[in-house]
Nanobody, 122 residues
Framework: VQLQASGGGLVQAGGSLRLSCAAS????????MGWFRQAPGKEREFVAA????????YYADSVKGRFTISRDNAKNTVYLQMNSLKPEDTAVYYC????????????????WGQGTQVTVSS
């Protein structure tokens, strides 16, 4: 099983980035796909999640209204569109797949991508 995250980079505050997470190696149709982030010296935190089966979405309050998670079933890929980026969004972003009881709990995810760096300059 592989999750390949990409799309990170350096952007100015107010800018946008789109992260991608390509999944391979098994069928994820019943899984929840999540995005988490970890800034230096901080714990990993939940960003957003989507149910692969019915498309239900979940967001952390800190990104609601600015980030949008979506999926492309044909490409087995999940996206995180990030708009109105702020310096506090700077972190390594990880995608994950699993069957969590609570979508915001990292321990509920079985598979993790390698992370992609997002840096927002002020």
């Amino acid at each position: 099983v592989q999750l390949q995250a990409s799309g990170g980079g350096l952007v100015q505050a107010g800018g946008s980035l789109r992260l991608s997470c390509a999944a391979s190696g098994r069928t994820f149709s019943s899984y929840v796909m999540g995005w988490f982030r970890q800034a230096p010296g901080k714990e990993r935190e939940f960003v957003a999640a989507i149910s692969w089966s019915d498309g239900s979405t979940y967001y952390a309050d800190s990104v609601k209204g600015r980030f949008t998670i979506s999926r492309d079933n044909a490409k087995n890929t999940v996206y995180l569109q990030m708009n109105s980026l702020k310096p506090e969004d700077t972190a390594v972003y990880y995608c994950a797949a699993g069957l969590p009881l609570l979508v915001a709990t990292a321990s509920g995810y079985d598979y993790w991508g390698q992370g992609t760096q997002v840096t927002v300059s002020s």
